[in-house]
């Protein structure tokens, strides 16, 4: 079983609508959690970490459900630069970090 | 700051050949990993290290190995190249291993190397 599953898209949404994003995880001794964003032939660059009470940057929502084992991102009023690949990425008690395999969002004029 | 730097950013190689993807941090951090990212499969590490002079394996090294002399540089080394090494290779590095994380501390990627092997 993959440590971490994510939904590929791609999801095509207008500018300004809200979007949402979910990642599960099998490891329930999962530590930390966070999104990364990669943008088309580049390095993936971190988006937000994800903590327990939830955490909000700007547009940017990131919740956490260690109950049911899953991360969400909800990104409001869409913009053409939130045109991304979204990787959501956990880690455990060893020193490794898990890598989704990414969600496509294109976000249409 | 430079960050992370890789070189080369692109290379073609015949099967059968060796070659060696540099890496390297400036920001001090313990921690070091390679990745490589094929269609559909996301990033897989292959191998990491938490300090000078201490390596592991990740999920896929087989064909792959590593050094770690300083705490600067993390070279991986082809042993003898394959087609199904196809793939972008990313280096990151972290202020400090995930186990020993007291908060969440991320992992700078380098630019990324785009490798073919024929």
């Known amino acids: 079983r993959k440590e971490v599953e994510q939904d590929p898209g791609p999801f095509n949404v207008p500018e300004g609508a809200t979007v949402a994003f979910n990642c599960t995880y099998s490891n329930s001794a999962s530590q930390s959690f966070f999104w990364y964003r990669q943008d088309c032939r580049k390095e993936p660059k971190l988006l937000m970490s994800v903590y327990s009470s939830g955490n909000e940057d700007g547009r940017f929502t990131a919740q956490l459900n260690r109950a049911s084992q899953y991360i969400s991102l909800l990104i409001r009023d869409s913009k053409l630069s939130d045109s991304a690949t979204y990787l959501c990425?956990?880690?455990?008690?060893?020193?490794?970090?898990?890598f989704g395999t990414g969600t496509s969002l294109t976000v249409i004029p | 700051n430079a960050g992370v730097t890789q070189t080369p950013k692109f290379q073609v190689l015949k099967t059968g050949q060796s070659m060696t993807l540099q890496c390297a941090q400036d920001?001090?951090?313990?921690?070091m990993s390679w990745y490589r990212q094929d269609p559909g499969m996301g990033l897989r590490l292959i191998h990491y290290s938490v300090g000078a002079g201490i390596t592991d394996q990740g999920e896929v090294p087989n064909g792959y190995n590593v050094s770690r002399s300083t705490t600067e540089d993390f070279p991986l080394r082809l042993l003898s190249a394959a087609p199904s090494q196809t793939s972008v290779y990313f280096c990151?590095?972290?202020?400090?291993?995930?186990?020993?994380?007291?908060?969440?501390?991320?992992?700078?990627f380098g630019p990324g190397t785009r490798l073919t092997v024929t």
């Open positions: 920001m001090n951090h313990e921690y």
């Open positions: 990425v956990v880690t455990n008690t060893g020193n490794q970090f898990y």
């Open positions: 990151a590095s972290s202020y400090t291993p995930p186990s020993l994380a007291i908060q969440n501390y991320e992992q700078y």
